[in-house]
């Protein structure tokens, strides 16, 4: 799995890329906890590079949505190819997670203005 980190005015982004299997929920873990210290209101996670998620990366998921509305937060999954969709409309998590396109997700929350890379997240963990 390849995680990339951005903030795009006031949305913290993590790119998922690859699998998301058990070998990688606690570097996700590890790094979205690191995300949500300073309580941003808007986490998305841009799914569109990611080829597989396994029960364990579902978790993490589910996991991360808990943590983040305890702190009155929203997280966001992004551009989910149609295969991993699906996993998440069988198990009925569609009708928990915010699941946007793209499109509709650059058109609803980014702002034309964007921050810095955060990718310095990274080398700390």
């Known amino acids: 799995m390849e995680l990339k980190l951005n903030t ?3 949305i913290k982004t993590i790119e998922i890329a690859g699998k998301f299997d058990i070998e990688s929920t606690e570097e996700f873990e590890s790094i ?3 995300l949500i210290e300073p309580n941003p209101n808007v986490v ?5 590079r ?5 029960s364990s ?3 993490s998921l589910i996991k991360s949505l808990n943590s983040l509305k305890n702190k009155k937060g929203k997280l966001i999954l992004v551009g ?13 998590l569609d009708m928990f997670f915010e699941i946007m396109n793209v499109t509709d997700f650059q ?8 921050d810095s ?3 310095d997240l990274l080398k700390r963990s």
């Open 107 to 114: 058109a609803k929350y980014v702002a034309d203005d964007s």
């Open 80 to 92: 989910m190819k149609p295969m991993i969709q699906n996993v998440f409309k069988l198990a009925k």
């Open 57 to 59: 990366g579902i978790g």
């Open 117 to 119: 890379d955060i990718d």
């Open 32 to 34: 979205f906890a690191k």
């Open 8 to 10: 795009t005015g006031k």
């Open 50 to 54: 990611l080829d597989y998620i396994d």
């Open 44 to 48: 998305s996670i841009e799914m569109s």
